[in-house]
């Protein structure tokens, strides 16, 4: 069994700043590449940024130069820098990776969300 745990979500003021963090655990072969996605209310979900094993990273035009993504590959972890926050970035940040489970195929697995709300 997979699980992706996020942290880190909360309440910020308009320019302030926050960092997600998810830990992928549970029975890996190796994973191929970790990232998050966001869906605000009445939206569909969009790819926020993510990161290659090569580190290779892609991120949505609208955070580039304000939000880094980074990975740390030995503790299977993925964080989210976020900077310079504005009110349209708030959503339900979720964790995304692309990974091989001992026992099975190679799939996508999500965490359970975490709320960003940026708001004076």
């Known amino acids: 069994q997979v699980q992706l745990v996020e942290s880190g979500g909360g309440l910020v003021q308009p320019g302030g700043s926050l960092r997600l963090s998810c830990v992928a655990s549970?029975?890996?072969?190796?994973?191929?590449?970790m990232g998050w996605y966001r869906q605000a209310p009445g939206k569909q979900r969009e790819l926020v940024a993510t990161i290659t094993s090569g580190v290779g990273t892609n991120y949505l035009d609208s955070v580039k130069g304000r939000f880094t993504i980074s990975r740390d590959n030995a503790k299977n972890t993925v964080d989210l820098q976020m900077n310079s926050l504005k009110p349209e970035d708030t959503a339900v940040y979720y964790c995304?990776?692309?990974?091989?489970?001992?026992?099975?195929?190679?799939?996508?697995?999500w965490g359970q969300g975490t709320q960003v709300t940026v708001s004076s």
């Open positions: 995304w990776s692309l990974l091989v489970p001992v026992r099975g195929a190679l799939r996508n697995y």
């Open positions: 549970g029975s890996i072969f190796s994973i191929n590449a």
